[in-house]
């Protein structure tokens, strides 16, 4: 089922891919985690988002960028006064940097010439809406490849503007799948459900909630995968880098695929994005932190359960066991190797630390899945807003948009049949099994933070996305609560 038949939805295609909505997919589409903003990083020891000065070196010398900010904001600022603002946001992929391409398997016209899948640098502003008293993220650029030797377009190039704003989304959609979706949700997450079942006893209480968020994750990743990634697979039909580029995005990604993109405000913060001011439209982020403090609330209650003081958490021999094998810094030694999860620390000593954790694993396999998967459903499954491929055609001038820039009828059926495989099926529901516990307190405390989230939580935010479609804005349907499963099930 699709959240979007039952939610508040802008259900107009056509207008997906215009630039209002093309702005707002990078923070209610696909994927809202790739959006930075663009600071100067000096010798800060945090620095927060892209660097500007390294930025500025990928950028084409012969576009007036400068000019182009100033018109977006209408008051004369110079791009260094905006960044020091705060108002200059930017998204650049550094993995899809030169993208092997695979022969195209789905489309042998003769007409038509496939793409390389091209690494764009978009740039963007938050500039003062008149009409709302509130900053609004507006496009201000996109540079069609990150060498600085690449073409630049604004929205004024009309064609050429479109085939810009398409190669976004063909980039956009891959990284977000193979990187954010697949690498640090599944692949990051098997370890700590597989090493569960063998540190933790199935009466141990944290084992009690954790099996349920855990459920099944091992079918996705051991049947799906290879389906994904095998040879003559989705990814060799769907993208120009095919089943060779995904491994290598895959590999590149596993460093970055580690505990500190569990925390989900530390990772706004590191973005540049939790500045409601200069961004108060950002359903990912808002909606989000609604369900990780519910989340947090119930965690603590539950510990507050079973451990009475720190000194239980030190004394729980299981849970330690459980952090020393999975971790990097841990002395837990199998087969010749160590833990698999790098900045997981391999023991802790507070109640607080206990909470943190638990809480980190259940929204990632939870609230950071149904982020990553569920969308897909809407915005990926209309080729014309988020094609997995672009064309260059016979038939067609140079700078010229048409359908013929956008991938087949073959191509089409695959990428449908991708995102319906992945984003129609949901098995539960997030904290629905307080049924199936066996401590009683338990049950009536999970029960309890169910009908909290379904008779409190659930209608405010379906109000709250009910007053985005009448400002006409995208809704965010993937976070209410009915919608989110307790794990990973696609």
Same mark, same amino acid.
């Given at each position: 089922?699709?959240?979007?038949?039952?939610?508040?939805?802008?259900?107009?295609? +056509?207008?997906?891919?215009?630039?209002?909505?093309?702005?707002?997919?990078?923070?209610?589409?696909?994927?809202?985690?790739?959006?930075?903003?663009?600071?100067?990083?000096?010798?800060?020891?945090?620095?927060?988002?892209?660097?500007?000065?390294?930025?500025?070196?990928? =950028?084409?010398?012969?576009?007036?960028?400068?000019?182009?900010?100033?018109?977006?904001?209408? %008051?004369?600022?110079?791009?260094?006064?905006?960044?020091?603002?705060?108002?200059?946001?930017?998204?650049?992929?550094?993995?899809?940097?030169?993208?092997?391409?695979?022969?195209?398997?789905?489309?042998?016209?003769?007409?038509?010439?496939?793409?390389?899948?091209?690494?764009?640098?978009?740039?963007?502003?938050?500039?003062?809406?008149?009409?709302? +008293?509130? %900053?609004?993220?507006?496009?201000?650029?996109?540079?069609?490849?990150?060498?600085?030797?690449?073409?630049?377009?604004?929205?004024?190039?009309?064609?050429?503007?479109?085939?810009?704003?398409? &190669?976004?989304?063909?980039?956009?959609?891959?990284?977000?799948?193979?990187?954010? $979706?697949?690498?640090? /949700?599944?692949?990051?997450?098997?370890?700590?459900?597989?090493?569960?079942?063998?540190?933790?006893?199935?009466? $141990?209480?944290?084992?009690?909630?954790?099996?349920? $968020?855990?459920?099944?994750? =091992?079918?996705?990743?051991?049947?799906?995968?290879?389906?994904?990634?095998?040879?003559?697979?989705?990814?060799?039909?769907?993208?120009?880098?095919?089943?060779?580029?995904?491994?290598?995005?895959?590999?590149?990604?596993?460093?970055?695929?580690?505990? !500190?993109?569990?925390?989900?405000?530390?990772? =706004?913060?590191?973005?540049?994005?939790?500045?409601?001011?200069?961004?108060?439209?950002?359903?990912?982020?808002?909606?989000?932190?609604?369900?990780?403090? /519910?989340?947090? &609330?119930?965690?603590?209650?539950?510990?507050?359960?079973?451990?009475?003081?720190?000194?239980?958490?030190? !004394?729980?021999?299981?849970?330690? %066991?459980?952090?020393?094998?999975?971790?990097?810094?841990?002395?837990?030694?199998? $087969?010749?190797?160590?833990?698999?999860?790098?900045?997981?620390?391999?023991?802790?000593?507070?109640?607080?630390?206990?909470?943190?954790?638990?809480?980190?694993?259940?929204?990632?396999?939870?609230?950071?899945?149904?982020? /990553?998967?569920?969308?897909?459903?809407?915005?990926?499954?209309?080729?014309?807003?988020?094609?997995?491929?672009?064309?260059?055609?016979?038939?067609?001038?140079?700078?010229?948009?048409?359908?013929?820039?956008?991938?087949?009828? !073959?191509?089409?059926?695959?990428?449908?049949?991708?995102?319906?495989?992945?984003?129609?099926?949901?098995?539960?529901?997030?904290?629905?099994?307080?049924? !199936?516990?066996?401590?009683?307190?338990?049950?009536?405390?999970?029960?309890?933070?169910?009908?909290?989230?379904?008779?409190?939580?659930?209608?405010?935010?379906?109000?709250?996305?009910?007053?985005?479609?009448?400002?006409?804005?995208?809704?965010?349907?993937?976070?209410?609560?009915?919608?989110?499963?307790?794990?990973?099930?696609?």
């Amino acid at each position: 089922m699709r959240a979007s038949q039952y939610e508040p939805f802008i259900t107009d295609k +056509k207008e997906w891919i215009s630039d209002k909505y093309f702005t707002q997919q990078r923070l209610a589409g696909v994927n809202p985690m790739s959006l930075r903003r663009v600071t100067f990083h000096g010798a800060s020891e945090e620095p927060i988002g892209l660097d500007w000065d390294k930025l500025k070196e990928l =950028l084409n010398p012969n576009f007036d960028w400068e000019t182009a900010v100033q018109k977006v904001l209408g %008051n004369g600022d110079s791009i260094a006064e905006a960044i020091i603002q705060g108002r200059v946001y930017a998204l650049r992929y550094e993995l899809c940097d030169d993208l092997p391409r695979e022969p195209d398997l789905t489309d042998s016209d003769p007409r038509r010439t496939m793409w390389d899948t091209l690494s764009p640098i978009a740039l963007f502003v938050s500039a003062p809406d008149f009409l709302t +008293k509130q %900053n609004k993220l507006v496009p201000v650029a996109i540079q069609m490849d990150y060498t600085p030797d690449s073409v630049v377009f604004t929205p004024e190039d009309e064609g050429n503007w479109m085939m810009a704003k398409l &190669n976004v989304q063909v980039t956009d959609l891959a990284y977000a799948q193979i990187v954010e $979706h697949l690498a640090k /949700v599944h692949f990051l997450m098997e370890p700590f459900c597989v090493i569960l079942r063998r540190t933790l006893s199935p009466r $141990h209480p944290l084992y009690q909630i954790l099996q349920h $968020h855990c459920r099944d994750v =091992l079918i996705p990743n051991t049947i799906g995968a290879p389906v994904l990634v095998g040879e003559g697979e989705y990814m060799d039909q769907l993208f120009a880098f095919g089943t060779v580029g995904t491994n290598r995005l895959l590999n590149d990604a596993h460093p970055l695929s580690t505990w !500190n993109v569990t925390d989900f405000r530390k990772e =706004l913060k590191k973005r540049g994005v939790d500045d409601k001011d200069l961004l108060p439209y950002f359903p990912y982020r808002d909606d989000g932190e609604k369900i990780l403090e /519910v989340i947090e &609330n119930l965690v603590k209650e539950y510990v507050d359960l079973y451990y009475y003081d720190n000194q239980d958490v030190k !004394n729980d021999k299981e849970f330690c %066991n459980y952090l020393n094998e999975l971790s990097t810094d841990g002395t837990f030694f199998f $087969h010749g190797r160590i833990g698999k999860i790098q900045g997981l620390p391999p023991k802790i000593s507070t109640k607080e630390e206990l909470c943190d954790i638990v809480t980190r694993i259940i929204s990632q396999l939870s609230l950071q899945h149904a982020t /990553v998967n569920y969308p897909l459903s809407d915005y990926a499954e209309y080729t014309p807003n988020l094609p997995t491929k672009l064309y260059n055609d016979t038939r067609l001038k140079e700078g010229e948009f048409s359908v013929l820039r956008l991938p087949n009828r !073959n191509t089409s059926v695959v990428e449908a049949s991708f995102s319906n495989s992945l984003a129609l099926y949901r098995f539960d529901t997030l904290f629905d099994y307080g049924n !199936n516990l066996e401590d009683i307190k338990a049950v009536n405390l999970i029960n309890e933070y169910y009908s909290y989230l379904m008779y409190n939580v659930q209608p405010k935010m379906q109000e709250v996305n009910e007053e985005r479609k009448e400002r006409g804005d995208l809704t965010y349907p993937y976070l209410i609560p009915r919608w989110i499963p307790n794990g990973i099930q696609t």
